[in-house]
């Protein structure tokens, strides 16, 4: 009996540190030097028929460049929600000149109808469209599919806007709720 406690430490030990480097890897990652990340995640109340957004750019330091939030009091779906967080992300990207980003959400849809991998035509279409004409200002715009644990910064925001019902911008001062969030991102290398 007591050989058999060994093999079970060791396993029960390797388990754990692959569920400690796999939580690693979802944790939000720097893009490089020169490029911005934005990160934008959205939120849909059925009862309430309304939804918000978050959306927040870092640079390659995971330094916060400008962050926002939008409260969407009349949207139907998830879909509509995140496509109305993607615009967003898109007009702050726009109105502070950057001209390379990648755009993260953790919602497939999303990434999908602006990587080609899915058409558009549903109600979120005409706000889509609008990102199109965004996207062409900016200049260079990749979109990446991230885990839900690496988008944790845009999700907080989008609580925040719907919790306090309010739409804010921020640049280089985060807002408070997002403090510890933002540090617990930053990976020392």
């Not at 400690?20 to 934008?40: A, H, Q, Y």
């Not at 109340?45 to 939008?70: K, W």
């Not at 925040?160 to 921020?170: A, G, L, R, T, V």
Request: negative net charge; hydrophobic residues 40%.
């Amino acid at each position: 009996m007591y050989k058999c406690k060994l093999p079970i430490l060791t396993i029960t030990a390797n388990a754990r540190k692959r569920k400690r480097r796999d939580l690693r890897d979802e944790r939000w990652t720097r893009p490089e030097p020169r490029v911005l990340k934005v990160n934008v995640d959205a939120s849909f109340y059925a009862d309430d028929d309304a939804g918000s957004a978050g959306a927040v750019i870092r640079d390659f330091e995971g330094r916060l460049v400008a962050a926002c939030c939008v409260m969407l009091p009349h949207v139907s779906s998830v879909a509509m929600a995140e496509a109305h967080g993607m615009k967003e992300l898109l007009t702050l990207a726009e109105r502070l000149g950057c001209n390379r980003i990648i755009a993260e959400s953790d919602s497939s849809e999303t990434i999908e109808a602006f990587t080609g991998e899915q058409r558009w035509w549903n109600e979120s279409a005409a706000i889509y469209a609008e990102c199109i004409d965004k996207i062409t200002n900016i200049g260079e715009v990749s979109f990446k599919l991230c885990p839900r644990e690496a988008n944790q910064v845009a999700h907080e925001l989008a609580r925040y806007s719907y919790s306090n019902k309010i739409s804010c911008n921020w640049d280089d001062d985060p807002p408070s709720c997002l403090l510890d969030r933002l540090l617990n991102d930053v990976t020392i290398e």
